[in-house]
T-cell receptor
Framework: QQQVKQSPQSLIVQKGGISIINCAYE??????FPWYQQFPGKGPALLIA?????SEKKEGRFTISFNKSAKQFSLHIMDSQPGDSATYFC??????????FGTGTRLTVIP | GAVVSQHPSRVICKSGTSVKIECRSL??????MFWYRQFPKQSLMLMAT?????????EQGVEKDKFLINHASLTLSTLTVTSAHPEDSSFYIC????????????FGPGTRLTVL
């Protein structure tokens, strides 16, 4: 059972454009929502994270929008660059530190 | 800060042999470490959770006698794949959480295991 649903599976964006990745969850016990960036052959690296008491968090070109009532959250990458090309995973985490990953989105930013 | 290393980064072994993968937290003490498995173009699947000084907790469907986990210290956890077979070939990734308790999981760079 996929506890965190992620879409789209793949995304192609022009350089300078906005990349948007969406996630939805069912488990209301989740209280921490990190996003990870993974390059081929590497481990995931924490990109940005949010807790459900906040509706938006911005760090540089990366913004998380969080809708608690809809149980949805999304990652926006502004001014997307070719170096942003990677696979992005959203996740939900419970207080017991169990991390449930989404299925991943392969982002390609074309010059 | 929050650097997690893994060794080796890639290993090739013959079917039937055992392989040990090390996971170290370099600049923090990790009370809890996690082991994941990732198949190509797929998400990470949690295999087990290990707490320092106690037995690991395995996820459903993960054979504990095949995937031996030892968390001997606050900075080191090891995963041993025993009697490896080609179907065990995968990307194994560990992560760690600091002693502050509930916190972000920091991931290692992964180990590519190929069983011939």
């Amino acid at each position: 059972q996929q506890q965190v649903k992620q879409s789209p599976q793949s995304l192609i964006v022009q350089k300078g454009g906005i990349s948007i990745i969406n996630c939805a969850y069912e488990n209301t016990a989740f209280d921490y929502f990190p996003w990870y960036q993974q390059f081929p052959g590497k481990g995931p690296a924490l990109l940005i994270a949010i807790r459900p008491d906040v509706s938006e968090k911005k760090e540089g070109r990366f913004t998380i929008s969080f809708n608690k009532s809809a149980k949805q959250f999304s990652l926006h990458i502004m001014d997307s660059q070719p170096g942003d090309s990677a696979t992005y995973f959203c996740a939900g985490q419970t207080g017991a530190n169990n991390l449930f990953f989404g299925t991943g989105t392969r982002l390609t930013v074309i010059p | 800060g929050a650097v997690v290393s893994q060794h080796p980064s890639r290993v090739i072994c013959k079917s039937g042999t055992s392989v040990k993968i090390e996971c170290r937290s370099l600049d923090f003490q990790a009370t809890t470490m996690f082991w994941y498995r990732q198949f190509p173009k797929q998400s990470l699947m949690l295999m087990a959770t290990s707490n320092e000084g106690s037995k690991a907790t395995y996820e459903q469907g993960v054979e504990k006698d095949k995937f031996l986990i030892n968390h001997a210290s606050l900075t080191l956890s090891t995963l041993t794949v025993t009697s490896a077979h080609p179907e065990d070939s995968s990307f194994y990734i560990c992560s760690a959480i600091g002693t502050s308790g509930r916190d972000t999981q920091y991931f290692g760079p992964g180990t590519r295991l190929t069983v011939l």
